[in-house]
């Protein structure tokens, strides 16, 4: 089985300033952007983050972003929470990587009902739960084929 599902998810990307800083908002600025989303049943653990305007992708466990739709999720270089707002929820990805210093931590905003909408489509895909049978028959083929190259 192969198959793919990508999305394109309208975010604000988030700039913390210093405190003492001129910065409007509390010392955040935020920046409209957009972020696509892709999902392929050939990595069916992974979701593809693509920060468009940048050119610069992420690569996120689906679970996580699962979990992290309903509660705070992630201790990692990924942290996912969301969070009720009027006008409905939304999700935050935090992304930093390990010896990242607080201006190298990104913070992007997203439509939590886009974000379960995308997830949802994936889980029609590959139903959580069965990401294992998917690279194991993956696995078994890669076997198979290589022993028959040897059958010579």
Request: proline share 3%.
């Amino acid at each position: 089985m192969n198959g793919r599902h990508e999305e394109t998810l309208l975010a604000s990307h988030h700039q913390l300033h210093a405190a003492n800083s001129r910065a409007k908002n509390g010392g955040v600025d935020s920046t409209p952007m957009t972020i696509g989303l892709s999902y392929c049943t050939a990595a069916p653990y992974a979701v593809e983050l693509h920060f468009l305007a940048a050119g610069i992708s992420w690569t996120v466990a689906r679970d996580l972003l699962i979990a992290g739709a309903h509660d705070d999720s992630g201790d990692g270089d990924v942290h996912v929470s969301t969070h009720a707002v009027s006008g409905g929820d939304v999700t935050i990805l935090t992304l930093s990587p390990r010896t990242a210093t607080t201006a190298q931590v990104a913070e992007f905003s997203i439509s939590t009902h886009e974000l379960i909408s995308f997830l949802a489509a994936t889980e029609e895909l590959v139903p959580l739960g069965s990401e294992s049978e998917l690279v194991q028959a993956d696995l078994d083929a890669l076997i198979h084929d290589s022993l028959a190259g040897t059958d010579s």
